[in-house]
């Protein structure tokens, strides 16, 4: 079955950097987009930051410049660096994947990792 396993998450002081990974197994990771959103307390899931198969990259206004999202489909893993953090960053980031093939259609999600900037 699809699992995506997160990890990379912990405690920063604000200007910090943090990489977070999500290791993909279960599907043919290297035709799909891959996406990371987050979800702060009290707030809805957002998107951060998608990658197409083609290697292509969008990311929300509030994180450009500061985190870049990439892939490397040998390891079947999706990355997202994180610098200049700040403490608005704060939320549990998730690695997500939409499958459109009938069967298995649906948004997938890990379990989440979580980040805390704080001093």
């Known amino acids: 079955q699809v699992q995506l396993v997160e990890s990379g998450g912990g405690l920063v002081q604000p200007g910090g950097s943090l990489r977070l990974s999500c290791a993909a197994s279960?599907?043919?990771?290297?035709?799909?987009?891959m996406g990371w959103y987050r979800q702060a307390p009290g707030k809805e899931r957002e998107l951060v930051a998608g990658?197409?198969?083609?290697?292509?990259?969008n990311s929300a206004d509030s994180v450009k410049g500061r985190f870049t999202i990439s892939r490397d489909n040998a390891k079947k893993t999706v990355y997202l660096q994180m610098n200049s953090l700040k403490p608005e960053d704060t939320a549990v980031y998730y690695c997500?994947?939409?499958?459109?093939?009938?069967?298995?259609?649906?948004?997938?999600w890990g379990q989440g990792t979580q980040v805390t900037v704080s001093s």
């Open positions: 990658i197409t198969s083609g290697g292509i990259t």
């Open positions: 279960g599907i043919i990771f290297s035709i799909y987009s």
């Open positions: 997500n994947v939409y499958l459109p093939v009938a069967g298995t259609r649906g948004n997938y």
